[in-house]
């Protein structure tokens, strides 16, 4: 075997964000606590077992239906801080990219690996899919946010300037009830390349 | 970013093996093709859009439900036939540890990475979830297999004589029909080790 593995590994973390979208818009909302279950956050745009397909998954025809992995979607105020920045805007809110969850206190988020798993103290597991990728929508979203309606350029600098800062979607393994200011124990799993360079 | 990212890539393989496990026992039965939906496959001991914990997840109470992301096991002959031969047996046959598809052509089917796509030419799209961990359970099947019930010492070597060549575990991201001697297009995520060593 000619892989390095990687063992798994706890890191440490805090909810500082949590947000909800109650509505028929991706956009979300500010709360002090979500309450999860299997099929994410009830009544979330979001929710469901399932989902239907879309740009993302181009090997479907769209709006086929396929296993809902991206229940939630998990931030970090410190990488939309320097997407900001790059944009030349003051900040990027965690509500107008529908962000569900904020985490404080772990450097590159949207790097984290496929498959880590989020302990959170109430009682809450999160599963990791995959790191988020920034699409013009959400640029789109944060140019109205900052009164520059219409500003195609600046909606189409997400896409590069949020690229591996978007942060993660993430599945309810195990239902509870999150809350602001809560620890967090990330469990990275065992990691390697395949096949090896 | 000091990151080295492999880009996503295509790997094609055969299904040379399926298998089903109707009963209360987890050791699986040859069949020609199986109907697999977001439950995993009807009926078969591990289906279910939740399990209960148990050894594997160390961190939960045995029993608690949880998100089923073990609803099928896949299998390589090839790394079972390595697995048998450090065991000093003829063979390890799919079936007695509960095996429910053999892939043919992936070399290291075991360390595949988690969230690989397997597309099947009939529709249906599996998600690998993590690489399976050997059990003494599957070694006591195994030595009882080989007319050696009771010997506790070839059920052990189980054990790490099948460390990472115990398959992948996944779930269903797209019901379908899977048939033997189907075609797979498998589709690989990027990849990178976090954090950078």
Redesign the interface.
Known sequence: ?D??I?SARKVAAKVDGLFSAQGDDFETVAVNALEVC?EGIPGDFHAG??RRSGSREP??PRG????N?RQLTILSRAELGEAASQMGIDSIEPEWIGGNLTLAGI??LS?????TLM?FAGGA?L?V???NAPCRLSGKTIARNVGREGDVALALSFVSSAK?RRGLTA????PGRIELGETVEL?????????P?
């Open positions: 075997m892989l390095t990687q299997f077992l399932t090997w479907y086929t239906e396929m296993r992995e450097p590159m790097m984290l690996p496929a498959g302990f597991t599963k899919d995959f790191q591996r599945w309810v393994e195990k469990r990275l799993p065992e990691q390697w390349i395949y096949p360079e």
